[in-house]
């Protein structure tokens, strides 16, 4: 079970990439497609900046967030190749 709420990353040490949905809701409508990509807000600059398929931007969910819809062979990446600088690294994320 996930708990989505509206408060910020407690712990930030050696974060890389932090991709968040709110950072979206001014720049696209929900519907929209996100053919530019996603900001990193890490502040690593790692943004996803390349997109294949249609993920699609959403202003609401059941719980009143914003989130990105991926579908079938959707995808959003970055160029950065990680596993040159992190030979250990922890993904974390919330999907239904």
Same mark, same amino acid.
């Given at each position: 079970m996930f708990a989505v709420?509206? !408060?910020?990353c407690r712990s930030t040490t050696g974060m890389?990439?932090?991709l968040d949905a709110r950072t979206l809701a001014g720049a696209?409508?929900?519907g929209d497609v996100l053919t530019t990509g996603w900001d990193d807000v890490s502040g690593r600059m790692n943004h996803a900046?390349? !997109?294949f398929g249609a993920p699609v931007f959403r202003?609401?969910?059941a719980h009143g967030h914003p989130f990105v819809q991926f579908s079938g062979t959707d995808l959003?990446?970055?160029t950065k190749d990680f596993q040159e600088?992190?030979?250990r690294y922890t993904v974390a994320?919330? !999907?239904r």
């Open positions: 709420t509206q !408060a910020p890389v990439l932090h696209h409508a929900d900046d390349n !997109a202003e609401d969910s959003l990446w970055t600088s992190l030979p994320l919330v !999907a």
